[in-house]
């Protein structure tokens, strides 16, 4: 958490963002950021939630969705500058490159969790799941792919385009434009490795449902800025 501020005060006076916005902003995009996660994940898994109210208050068991976070942390970063009367585009574009990197190293948590792995493989870089932690469909498999490490490295390559862009002066909705597009792509494509429990529509898996729907949106957002040279 704490590198993903400091590189945000940093990138943040590319903007001319003062540190104590950023250290502001920050504590609007955690708070918000942990309530869409929460929100989201119950959502997904309403029919255990329902069953168990008190459950949803219990984030120390774990449940929270990224997809839920972003959509929870843009809404607080919208809501705080619109109180502090900010560039939220600006604002946006200089926690995005925090945002990648700390999900490059949040996503480690699953590696001492020993969750969210993928399907069973005999890479050299296959990792051994202790037995309670299996599917039941795949407890005779010893060696799982490393979904984790997938989307550290996925996120860490974004994080590194993002620094780029922003030293090159790209305008702030294309920074925006460029984690979005490249995240869905990103999460959509591991999903098809993924054999945790999620809900299902149209036969693909809800994350890979929520990554078009950002994807789309973010490409339609992007041909936009170029057609009307927009921000």
């Not at 708070?31 to 219990?58: C, N």
């Not at 974004?158 to 920074?175: D, G, K, N, S, Y």
Request: proline share 4%; charged share 15%.
């Amino acid at each position: 958490m704490s590198a993903g501020i400091i590189t945000a005060i940093k990138i943040g006076r590319y903007y001319g963002i003062k540190q104590d916005i950023i250290i502001d902003a920050s504590i609007w995009l955690i708070i918000g950021g942990l309530i869409g996660a929460r929100i989201y994940e119950v959502f997904l898994e309403s029919s255990y939630y329902f069953s168990d109210p008190l459950a949803i208050f219990k984030i120390w068991e774990g449940g929270l969705a990224i997809h839920g976070g972003i959509i929870g942390g843009a809404l607080a970063l919208i809501i705080f500058s619109y109180r502090r009367k900010l560039n939220s585009l600006a604002l946006t574009a200089a926690v995005v490159p925090a945002l990648a990197l700390g999900q490059t190293i949040g996503r480690w948590g699953n590696w001492f969790n020993q969750e969210l792995f993928g399907l069973p493989t005999n890479l050299p870089w296959g990792i051994p799941i202790a037995f309670i932690n299996r599917p039941a469909d795949y407890a005779k498999y010893i060696y799982f792919h490393p979904t984790f490490l997938y989307e550290s490295l996925g996120c860490f390559l974004i994080f590194i385009v993002l620094l780029i862009m922003t030293q090159h002066r790209r305008r702030p909705a294309e920074i925006i434009c460029t984690y979005l597009i490249a995240y869905a792509i990103l999460r959509f494509s591991l999903e098809f490795i993924k054999i945790d429990n999620t809900p299902l529509m149209f036969g693909w898996r809800w994350p890979q449902i929520m990554s078009l729907i950002i994807l789309l949106t973010a490409i339609i957002w992007l041909i936009k800025i170029y057609k009307r040279k927009y921000l």
